[in-house]
């Protein structure tokens, strides 16, 4: 089981403490924060505003358009006034447009009523344009009409005094007794403003336009963009109809004024709550955009943050089921923005909406639901704080006595007999009485213990160096063991300053560290190996355990000795020579190293001559002679049977070599004598592989180091050869093809390429079967025929090249892709012959092909008399014939030819090559020739490889051409190219 | 049991953090828990345009900071004003409720005063603070001797000649007539005279000349004129007040005003005098500074007849070989009496309207007179002059009316019991008269009587006589004699 760290009471009361306030402030917090309650209260605070705005805007339309639409409505009086005065003054409706007098008597009844509406109304004004002229003397265009202004809307004052007239005949002003304000004028004149008539010419335009008829006075109401009647005067917004006759004429428009300051005191008016966190603004916007233009606007906050705004761009929050909107300097706003319901701004006259929005900046509207948060966070993180305080406070008035005890049983440990003060605390003191009771039962225990310790077996010696307290404990044992003085008791307690000195004259300089220190002790009685086991379980303390472990020691260091040595020469087994190996290459630095690997030529020859022992007697003296290199610091190692090993390092690779040579030296006198006298001299096959610059890891060097000395052990023997890389590469497949050679030769399994050879009129004679092993190590016949030679298995080869290579003609024939009649070229090993059974197995199953049969003899290979013969007699008795392979390239090809009389001399076709432009060669086939022709031997031209060269050859009369210009090897038979037949055919005419 | 000694430390914390919101403003007012303070008024025009600007401004800074939110409405006229605040003291059925504040003159305040309603804005001003006001100002609103005052001078005016310079000299050049004339009431009366006799003759019809001067505010012809002919009409003694009525003064202003009136060379006849220069009835009018902003650029006739016209503006006239009076008007505003709380609040609107930048940007904007001594400074009012126009009518109305103030003895009636109606006879009883009369005369002129002829009858000394005793009857009955 792990041990559990020992905590303190104050920790033991603080993290459960800790844990449970944690939870619990995280529940409330869970449950307020980001609980629905959170949410909720979020909601609620953007709701206000909503809500605000919508009661503002409801607020806003009842005081406004709702009371124009309503004034509006009711102003069909106005036509039927219009018509009585028609008809009193006898004249037709068209008259308005020219009669100025009837315009004023017109604009005069109508006055009358309009001033008391106006009282009623909360307009700023009221105004009746007629479409017709405004006085005698009076600019063309101007209107005649009125518009007076009242600067007390919604107030019925008895007389005018609120009013101003600010067009009108001054007649009417004096008859109605109303002051002409600052920017009076007659009537009404388009001073080409932009937008300061269309509060007049819209909706006449309109209802012209439209043949309005009285009954749709309000389908062409007009509500107006903000503007100035005068450049100067203050900015406001009208609501006009037409005014429609019942026969349909459209005579003027009349309809109401509220000044833009009007609109901001209502709007001040009905912002429902007079918290100044709020602002507001009415404004309008493009049907479908998220852009108001601002008219009016109320609250302080508008003015500081959007007074420079010509527009308001916002943002639809959809999931707050609010808009956002950020103000030019970046504060963040909450928006509610909200449509008035207003007749007259759609359709007729473009797409406008007009809407109010109220607006309130983020962080000022969720002011109390981010309060809150705060609140709650620092609710949470306050009875934390002082929940850890009240925790530490306790716990030190708790641990307190014990810390006291704890510190009074530390400097009173180690006497004999336990005495304590008493703290008073009930559980304390019973904690105290116990401990003395222990600590009695721990003294007697231990007098036991170190009686038992004296009288067992083992001698056990124990100390306990207390760095503290300045003394160590040591067992009479421990004396015993070491040989200091004797002691009565069974331990004592002794000064460090006694004990370093006393443990240094026994085991010289030692250090107490680490777990476990063997040492060697010389005594008088011999070596005596003893291991102190240390355990510094606490700082400053360690406790020693001295055991005497000499028996183990030894017993263990001749075990180690069988594990590592061979048991004939005693020297490194390979188990042991690889970790050693291994260990020194790693540790080896800018040094370089060599290893040799060494095996012993005669050893076979001694066992077989002379016995085993002989041979073992050899070995180990040629072990014996290996331990030369010890003395430069090598690892020598019997490998196997009569392989060793040797890893030398050095500086450098001159110094490793001077030290193979002298031991080759020193080989030379040295000789195992038998017992007939004779004095058999050791010799040995080494190779050499060198660390780093062939391998850096053991298992290449040692693979190279094979090579190399097998590299010897196939040449000159008794010699070290250094590894060579390039000689590795090229002759590796030696070591590692052999392999797949035997599975090729097992399996009598090889693949044949057919070339053809043809006749001088392009007819095929026959074809040249080449063999094609598919190795992976190897490359190419010759490699498989060097292997094959040195492996020993040439036999094997020759009746695999029989078998295989009939094999494969007869599966040609079978197909119909062979002939009956073409010969068939087998290369043959010149050196071995068929066995009487390999050439009855190939009559038995390729009769019928042998006739057909053209044994090639290489002439490269050294022959034998016996060999040549055996195969001329086959070819003989099969009716086959014979022909001498790569004629020109061996070292007596005349004196084969006449001995050998083949049928057919192939030429190589290094002779071939170029012939037509080398007179050398040229005569050595004009000899040729001769001498073929009188001894009826057929030429063959090998390597035929352009047309000049056939060309030439043709001439010279040779008999059949193979070659790469005639066709390349082919793994399935294919005919000739009828070109080159044709270019053969030509030749051979001509010559 | 271990967290029980926490609970009263944690509670302290909590505590604290919750406090610290909210900041002691004095009677508890802040930007969070404001108080609106409503202001009747009878601005109109230009000027309520000007004062409504002056309290949104207040609104948004100085009064969001602490938490005074002012609403503003216009009632009518002053005599409308009057009205609705009587109604809604007496709590008429309709009646809107009382405002905090209202524009008035001091009779009306006396009056209302009487029944205990005006509060002592005395007790909102600092001895310094209320010794910043021009003292005459802050006299008109002390009714009593303990020194409390009810009327928050707000903003002053008196009177002016306006002329039409352009009309005025067409005849000037050819007749001879210089502007010197406008310095008395004698020589007005003698230039209109001319005036009609020149437009008369301009036509073939005869009898068809055109009015020259009109004026606003009849009542302060009589009460000034009177006192400046040494008769003040409505003296204060011994805390009664005396009527001193005089014939032979009453002669002398009927003269100057009746007699031309009746003869067609004065004339009244839109709601305002600047009305009728605008219509081309009238070329010159005497009203208060207050009106310049009505006084036009262009004339328009009824028949449509349009021309632009150059104004100028001169001091009040006076009664030849008399010291130089004018009258001293303009409503301060009165705070009505509820709790410390609205009357700070009140006030404290008051101070920040008076104070000398606003003051002197509304004065210039309206016409008024500031009311503040170092507002009549040069060196105050440069550079908002500057920023008018040194040459504007409004720059020019605004030096003209200092100069009034600074030069003449300005004039004002003391409150009393009945004032408002006695002012309202000396209102009405001449200038309504001279209006009938004279349309009698133009009914005797359109039945083919000469106008020397029609008049005669009206300037007998007995029609003076019957004037005379008729509102001599009426005046003692106001104040009870």
């Known amino acids: 089981m792990k041990k559990k760290r020992s905590e303190s009471i104050r920790t033991q009361l603080l993290g459960p403490l800790l844990i449970l306030l944690v939870l619990q402030a995280a529940i409330i917090a869970g449950t307020v924060l980001f609980g629905g309650v959170s949410t909720k209260l979020k909601k609620n605070e953007i709701n206000i505003l909503t809500e605000n705005t919508n009661n503002t805007k409801q607020g806003f339309e009842k005081e406004t358009i709702h009371h124009w639409v309503m004034m509006l409505n009711n102003s069909g009086f106005m ?160 609501y006009s109809v037409p005014i429609i006759l019942e026969d349909g004429t459209v005579v003027g428009v009349y309809g109401l004024e509220m000044t833009v300051n009007q609109l901001e005191q209502i709007l001040g008016q009905e912002q429902v709550s007079g918290s100044f966190n709020e602002c507001w603004f009415l404004g309008i916007r493009e049907k479908g955009t998220n852009t108001i233009v601002p008219v009016a606007q109320s609250g302080y906050l508008y003015n500081q943050y959007f007074n420079e705004s010509a527009r308001i761009d916002y943002k639809d929050n959809l999931k707050e089921n609010i808009s956002s909107l950020k103000s030019l300097e970046g504060t963040k706003w909450y928006a509610s923005v909200s449509k008035l319901e207003t007749p007259g701004t759609e359709g007729l006259y473009g797409e406008h909406e007009w809407v109010i929005a109220g607006m309130a900046r983020q962080k000022d509207l969720l002011s109390f639901y981010n309060a809150l948060r705060r609140m709650l966070l620092s609710s949470m993180l306050v009875p934390l704080i002082f929940s850890l305080l009240g925790a530490y406070i306790i716990g030190k008035i708790v641990t307190e006595p014990i810390r006291r005890l704890v510190e009074e049983l530390r400097n009173k440990s180690g006497s004999k007999s336990l005495s304590l003060e008493r703290v008073h605390v009930k559980e304390i003191d019973e904690l105290t009485e116990t401990i003395e009771m222990l600590n009695r039962d721990v003294d007697r225990a231990s007098f036991k213990m170190s009686g038992i310790l004296e009288h067992a077996n083992v001698l056990v010696g124990v100390f306990e160096y207390e760095e503290e307290k300045n003394r160590v404990f040591c067992s009479r044992s421990l004396y015993e063991m070491l040989g200091w003085e004797k002691i009565k008791e069974p331990y004592c307690y002794i000064k460090i300053e006694q004990f370093l000195p006393l443990l240094n004259q026994a085991f010289g300089e030692i250090e107490l560290k680490g777990d476990r220190i063997l040492k060697r002790l010389e005594g008088p009685e011999g070596i005596k ?118 890893l030398i390092k050095g500086s450098e690779k001159e110094e490793i070599r001077r030290t193979v040579r002298d031991f080759m030296k020193h080989l030379r006198v040295f000789t195992l004598k038998m017992e007939s006298g004779y004095q058999f001299p050791i010799r040995v096959s080494g190779g050499l592989s060198w660390y780093p610059d062939d391998a850096r890891d053991f298992d290449a060097l040692f693979n190279y180091a094979d090579f190399a000395m097998y590299m010897v052990k196939h040449s000159v023997k008794g010699v070290v050869k250094e590894f060579d890389i390039s000689e590795f590469k090229h002759n590796s497949y030696m070591l590692t093809g052999s392999e797949e050679l035997n599975r090729m030769l097992d399996k009598k399994e090889v693949r044949f390429a057919f070339q053809p050879i043809a006749t001088r009129e392009g007819i095929i004679y026959g074809y040249e079967l080449l063999m094609r092993p598919e190795f992976s190590n190897i490359k190419g016949i010759s490699e498989v025929l060097n292997l094959t030679r040195a492996q020993a298995k040439l036999p094997q080869m020759e009746i695999l090249t ?15 892709q062979l002939g009956k009649d073409e010969k068939l070229f087998i290369n043959s090993i010149a050196s071995v012959c068929l066995t009487k059974e390999g050439i009855k197995e190939l009559e038995e199953h390729y009769g019928e092909l042998l006739s057909r049969v053209v044994i090639e003899l290489t002439e490269g290979e050294p022959a034998s008399q016996t060999f ?63 001498f073929a022709e009188k001894n009826s031997i057929r030429v063959l031209a090998e390597g035929v490889e352009t047309a000049e060269e056939l060309e030439f050859l043709m001439s010279f009369g040779v008999d059949f051409f193979q070659g790469y210009y005639i066709a390349r090897p082919q793994m399935e038979i294919r005919p000739l190219d009828p070109y080159i037949v044709k270019k053969m055919q030509e030749f051979s005419g001509k010559a | 049991m271990k967290r029980i000694w926490m609970l009263p430390l944690i509670a302290a914390v909590c505590l604290s953090l919750l406090a610290g919101c909210q900041k002691n403003d004095p009677y508890g007012l802040s930007e969070e828990n404001p108080i609106s303070v409503t202001v009747w008024h009878y601005y109109n025009g230009v000027q309520k345009e000007e004062f409504d600007n002056l309290i949104r401004s207040f609104n948004e800074n100085e009064g969001r900071k602490q938490g005074i939110i002012v609403k503003a409405y216009n009632k009518g006229s002053i005599d409308e004003l009057s009205n609705l605040i009587n109604e809604s003291i007496n709590k008429k059925i309709g009646s809107e409720p009382l405002p905090d504040v209202f524009s008035a003159y001091a009779d009306k305040v006396y009056e209302i005063d009487k029944m205990g309603l005006a509060a002592d804005i005395s007790s909102y001003l600092t001895p310094e603070e209320i010794s910043e006001y021009v003292d005459a100002y802050m006299e008109e609103g002390k009714f009593d001797k303990v020194g409390s005052i009810k009327v928050f001078p707000i903003a002053k005016s008196t009177e002016i000649l306006a002329v039409n310079q352009t009309d005025f000299n067409k005849f000037a050049q050819a ?132 021309y632009s016209i150059e104004s100028k503006l001169y001091s009040l006239p006076n009664f030849e070989g008399t010291i130089p009076h004018a009258v001293q008007q303009g409503a301060g505003m009165m705070v009505f009496r509820s709790d410390e709380r609205r009357e700070y609040a009140a006030t404290t609107f008051l101070k920040w309207f008076t104070s000398v930048e606003n003051n002197v940007k509304f004065s210039i904007g309206s ?37 009034t103030a600074n030069r003449y003895r300005l004039y004002t009636t003391k409150p009393f019991q009945g004032g408002d109606k006695a002012r309202e006879v000396l209102q009405n009883s001449m200038s309504v008269k001279a209006k009938e009369d004279y349309e009698k005369v133009k009914i005797l002129m359109d039945q083919g009587i000469s106008r020397e002829n029609a008049v005669s009858d009206y300037l007998s000394d007995e029609n003076f006589d019957l004037w005379y005793q008729d509102t001599r009857k009426q005046l003692e009955t106001i104040i009870g004699e």
């Open chain 1, 79 to 238: 036509s039927d006034e219009i018509n009585e005065i028609l008809k009193k003054e006898k004249q037709e409706p068209e008259a308005i447009s020219a009669d100025y007098d009837l315009n004023r008597l017109i604009v005069d009844k109508i006055m009358e009523k309009s001033i008391e509406m106006l009282h009623l109304s909360n307009a700023t004004g009221v105004f009746l344009v007629l479409n017709g002229p405004a006085a005698v003397k009076s600019p063309a265009e101007m209107r005649a009409g009125f518009y007076i202004r009242n600067s007390n809307p919604g107030g019925y004052i008895n007389d005018n005094s609120s009013l101003l007239m600010e067009r009108g005949l001054p007649s009417l002003a004096e008859k109605y007794n109303i002051p002409l304000d600052s920017f009076w004028e007659l009537g009404f004149l388009d001073a080409g403003a932009k937008g300061t008539a269309d509060f007049y010419q819209k909706p006449l335009a309109a209802a012209f336009k439209n043949r309005g008829e009285k009954k749709d006075t309000m389908r062409y109401a007009y509500l107006s963009s903000p503007f100035r009647l005068s450049p100067k005067d203050m900015q406001i917004i009208t």
């Open chain 1, 529 to 646: 190996w003893i291991e102190i086991i240390l355990d510094e379980s606490k700082k400053g303390t360690v406790l020693g355990i001295c055991t005497d472990v000499t028996i183990n020691v030894e017993e263990k260091e001749k075990l180690e000795r069988e594990r590592n040595l061979d048991l004939l020469t005693e020297i490194y087994n390979r188990r042991a020579f690889r970790e050693k190996a291994e260990a020194a290459i790693e540790g080896i630095g800018d040094e370089v190293a060599a290893v040799i690997m060494w095996d012993l030529d005669n050893l076979k020859y001694i066992n077989d001559t002379y016995g085993h022992d002989e041979g073992d007697r050899y070995i180990v003296l040629f072990a014996n002679c290996l331990k030369k290199f010890l003395e430069k610091g090598g690892i020598i190692s019997r490998y196997s049977g009569d392989e060793f090993v040797v």
């Open chain 1, 802 to 816: 029989w078998i295989a290579g009939l094999r494969a003609a007869k599966a040609e024939v079978e197909a119909g």
């Open chain 1, 868 to 930: 040549m013969q055996c195969k001329k007699d086959m070819a003989r008795q099969w009716g086959g014939l014979t022909a001498i392979d790569d004629f020109g390239t061996g070292y007596n090809s005349e004196a084969i030819l006449l001995h050998m009389r083949p049928d057919i001399v192939k030429m190589d076709m290094s002779l071939i090559r170029r012939i037509h432009e080398d007179p050398n060669r040229q005569i050595i086939l004009k000899n040729l020739m001769g």
């Open chain 2, 175 to 306: 007749t001879g007539m210089t502007d010197e004339a406008f310095s008395t009431w004698e020589g007005i009366a003698r230039v209109s005279e001319a005036y009609y006799k020149w437009t008369d003759s301009l036509t073939e019809t005869p009898d068809d000349g055109k009015a020259f001067f009109g004026r606003d505010a009849f009542a302060n012809y009589l009460i000034v004129g009177s006192m400046q002919l040494g008769h003040e009409i409505f003296r204060t003694q011994d805390g009664k007040t005396v009527l001193d009525f005089d014939k032979e003064t009453m002669r002398k202003l009927w003269d100057n005003y009746y007699v031309p009136y009746v003869n067609g060379y004065f004339g009244t006849y839109g709601k305002f005098r600047s009305d009728d220069v605008k219509t081309g009835k009238l070329a010159a009018y005497v009203g208060a500074t207050s009106g310049i902003s009505y006084f036009p650029t262009s004339v328009t006739l009824e028949d449509g007849t349009s």
């Open chain 2, 367 to 403: 016409g008024y007179l500031p009311v503040k001594k170092v507002s009549g400074t040069q060196e105050t009012l440069k550079p908002f002059l500057e920023k008018a126009g040194d040459k504007s009518p409004a720059s020019e109305n605004l030096m003209i009316g200092l100069y």
